[in-house]
């Protein structure tokens, strides 16, 4: 497996099912996960973001979440993204 590089990481930690992940996500995992999803899509690019981002000591009881609760890849996934992406706000202005 290829180094992650520092470009925009933020390590982030998350609390589900009582027990903590914290994940280290940079631009590249965010990226590649973006280009993953498609519209029938979403479970394998969400569990794969979260195995690849999340720490080495956490993996095994993150493994046994996914597992063990149907949807927790998209609730984790998603709540991942949303602390990663910064808020901005955006205008369309008409021409």
Same mark, same amino acid.
């Given at each position: 497996? #290829? #180094?992650?590089?520092?470009?925009?990481?933020?390590? %982030?930690? @998350?609390? #589900?099912?009582?027990?903590?992940?914290?994940f280290q996500?940079?631009? *590249?995992?965010?990226?590649? @996960? %973006?280009?993953?999803? /498609?519209? &029938?899509?979403? $479970? /394998?690019?969400?569990? &794969?973001? @979260?195995?690849? $981002?999340?720490?080495? !000591?956490?993996?095994d009881k993150?493994? *046994? =979440?996914? #597992?063990?609760?149907? /949807?927790?890849?998209?609730? =984790? /996934?998603? !709540? =991942?993204?949303?602390?990663?992406?910064?808020? @901005?706000?955006?205008?369309?202005?008409?021409?």
């Open positions: 497996m #290829a #180094a992650k590089t520092n470009n925009n990481q933020k390590n %982030i930690t @998350l609390s #589900a099912d009582d027990s903590e992940f914290t996500v940079c631009r *590249e995992d965010y990226n590649k @996960l %973006i280009n993953r999803l /498609g519209p &029938n899509n979403k $479970t /394998g690019p969400m569990h &794969n973001f @979260l195995v690849a $981002t999340v720490e080495a !000591a956490h993996k993150l493994l *046994e =979440l996914l #597992a063990a609760q149907p /949807g927790a890849e998209v609730a =984790l /996934g998603s !709540a =991942l993204v949303e602390e990663y992406t910064p808020d @901005l706000d955006v205008l369309v202005k008409k021409s």
